[in-house]
C-alpha cells in the first residue's frame, strides 16, 4: 500500500470523508451498469435494485438523496435501453482492469485503469465503452483529444486484454456514454477514432515525433511527475 496510514483511516477506522453527491451517483449508477451487463436484467429489475439500495446511500440531506433520485431512475431507463440497443454487441467484458508496459521516451510506462465495457467487433478489434455520470458533457472535438479513452485505446494496442480477448491488439476506438444526458430513452453519447485511424491530432512537432499523440500526452505527464 501507498499509504498504510490512510488505508487504516479510510477502511479500518471509517473515517474516510464524506462523498460527494455525485460520486455516490457515479458509484452506484457503475455498479448498476456491471451487473445489468453481467446477470443480463431488464429495467424493472435495476430500478428493483436501485430501490434496495438506495435508502442505504450517504446523501448529506434528503432533499439532496430524492433529487438524486429522480436522475438515477432516468439514468437507469437509459443505460437499459443503451443496453437493448447494444444486445447484438459481443461484448468480452465489463469492468475489465488492465496493466500494460508501453514505452515512451524510452522509458518504460505502467499504464494501469479499469475499463466499464470492451466490445468485440466482427473484424476482431475492441471498442472500448465508458459510462460517464456526471452532468458535465464535453464537445466532439474535445472527446478527439479525451486522454483516459486514449490511454484505453493505447492499452487495447499493446495487447492489454488478451485475457479477455486473445490475440486482439487493435482498437476500434471509443465510446463515452453520458447517462445523466441525452432524451427521455437513450443518452447523449461521443465518440473517438481509432488511434490507427487518428494516430495524431495536431502538427505540434513534438507530438508527431511520437507514435500517436496518447504517447506524447503520457510523456508530458511523466516529465511533469518527475
Known sequence: LACPRRYFLEREARAEPRRSSAAVFGSVIHALAEHAARDGVGREEALAWLDDVWDSLPFAAAWLSESERV??????????????AHATADVVGTEVPFAVAVEVDGVEVKVRGTVDRLERLPSGALRVIDFKSSRFVPTAASVAAHEQLGAYQLAVEAGAFAAVAPGATTSAGGELVFLRAGDDVLPKTLGQEPLRARPHLTDDPDELRHPTWVHHRLGLACATLR
Do not use: I, S, Y
Open 71 to 84: 436522475e438515477a431512475e432516468l439514468a437507469v431507463t437509459r443505460l437499459m435501453n443503451w443496453f437493448d
